[in-house]
C-alpha cells in the first residue's frame, strides 16, 4: 500500500484547483478564470485500489500587495517541505517568466521529489510541447514530467500512476469514505464567492470575500418536496458579501438588485447540488474598508 501527501503548487490561474477536482473525482475548489481564486489550503484525499493519495491545493504564488495574498503565498510555500511530493503546474499557453523562476528556486530546497505537471496541453499545438519540455528539464532536475489537460482529463491517469509510484509505502491515513478536511460552512462561502467571481467585473473579484454568518437546518415547509436524506430538513444559509470600497457595492448589488439576485439564483443551485438538500439562500452586501489586511477578518475567512 502507498500512501502519502501531495502538494500542487505554481503561478496563479495554472490549472491547480481543476487538476484537483479531477484527481480526486469530485469539485472540492472552485474555478474562475480570475487569477488567485484559490486562497488557501484545500485537501482532497483520493483512495485507489493500492494506494491512498492526500492531494493538497494552494493558492498561486505572487507578489503579495495585501496581509491577505502574504497569508496565501505562505500556505502554498509552507506545503512544500510538508509533503512526500511536490507537483509544480505550469499553464503551457503561458512562457515561463519569472514567477515561474521563482518557485523553481523554492523547489530547489525541497526535500520532496518534484514533478513537473504541463498543464492545459488542450489548448496547443503538439509541436510545441516538446521544446517546452527541453526548456523546463534544463532549469530544474525534476522527477518526471507529465504533460496533462486537467479539464479534459488527458494523461491525468498516468501523472496519478506516476504520483503512486513515488510515494512511500505505509498504511492509509484516513478512512475510505473520507474527502476532505476543509468543513461544510467553507464550501457554502466558496460557492457564493465562485459566483461572484463570475459574474462580476474590475477589481471586485480581487477585493471581495464571502462570509457564512448562520449556517443551519431548518423544517421543511409542508408540501415542498424533499431533496434530503435526512425528513423535513432543509438548509439556511445567511451570507454576507465583502467589499473594499463603498463604490464597489452598487457594482454587486446591480440595478434594483438585479446582480445580487443573479449571483443568489446560481449559488443556490449549486448549493442544493453540493449539499442535496433544499437551500435558503440570504445575501447581504457589507463594505469592510481595508478587510484584506484586517487580521481578524482573515482569520474568520480561515485565511
Known amino acids: 500500500m ?31 478564470d480570475k487569477p488567485q481564486t484559490t486562497r488557501t489550503r484545500i485537501v482532497g484525499v483520493r483512495n485507489y485500489p493500492d494506494a491512498q493519495v492526500v492531494y ?4 498561486g504564488i505572487h507578489r503579495p500587495l495585501h496581509r491577505m495574498n502574504v497569508r496565501m503565498v505562505d500556505a502554498a510555500v509552507e506545503t512544500i517541505a510538508d509533503v512526500d511530493l511536490v507537483g509544480l503546474v505550469v499553464d503551457v499557453t503561458e512562457p515561463p517568466g519569472k514567477g515561474d523562476r521563482y518557485v523553481l528556486d523554492m523547489l530547489k530546497d525541497a526535500k520532496a521529489p518534484a514533478f513537473l505537471i504541463l498543464n492545459k496541453i488542450d489548448l496547443i499545438r503538439k509541436n510545441r510541447l516538446l521544446p517546452l519540455i527541453q526548456q ?22 498516468r501523472l496519478e500512476r506516476a504520483i503512486i509510484d513515488r510515494l512511500p ?27 461572484v467571481l463570475q459574474f462580476t467585473r474590475d477589481e471586485i473579484p480581487f477585493s471581495s470575500a464571502v462570509v457564512v454568518d448562520r449556517f443551519e437546518e ?38 434594483g438588485g438585479e446582480m445580487i439576485k443573479r449571483i443568489g439564483v446560481a449559488a443556490r443551485e449549486d448549493l442544493e447540488r453540493f449539499f442535496d438538500t433544499r ?4 445575501l447581504h452586501v457589507r463594505v469592510r474598508s481595508e478587510w484584506r489586511e484586517d487580521e481578524q477578518v482573515l482569520n474568520d475567512l480561515g485565511l
Open 136 to 157: 523546463y528539464a534544463g532549469l530544474n532536475a525534476f522527477a518526471e514530467i507529465v504533460p496533462v489537460s486537467a479539464t479534459t482529463g488527458d494523461n491525468v491517469d
Open 218 to 255: 431548518a423544517a421543511r415547509e409542508s408540501g415542498a418536496p424533499r431533496q434530503s436524506d435526512e425528513a423535513g430538513q432543509m438548509l439556511k444559509l445567511y451570507c454576507t458579501i465583502l467589499v473594499d470600497r463603498e463604490s464597489q457595492k452598487p457594482i454587486v448589488v446591480g440595478r
Open 169 to 195: 509505502e505505509g498504511e492509509p491515513m484516513y478512512p475510505p469514505d473520507y474527502l476532505t478536511d476543509q468543513p461544510e460552512r467553507f464550501f457554502a462561502a466558496e460557492i457564493v464567492r465562485e459566483k
Open 56 to 59: 493538497v491545493d494552494t493558492p
Open 279 to 282: 437551500v435558503f439562500l440570504d
Open 2 to 32: 502507498k500512501t502519502g501527501f501531495v502538494s500542487l503548487v505554481g503561478r496563479p490561474n495554472a490549472g491547480k484547483s481543476t487538476l484537483l477536482n479531477r484527481l480526486v473525482g469530485t469539485k472540492l475548489a472552485i474555478v474562475s
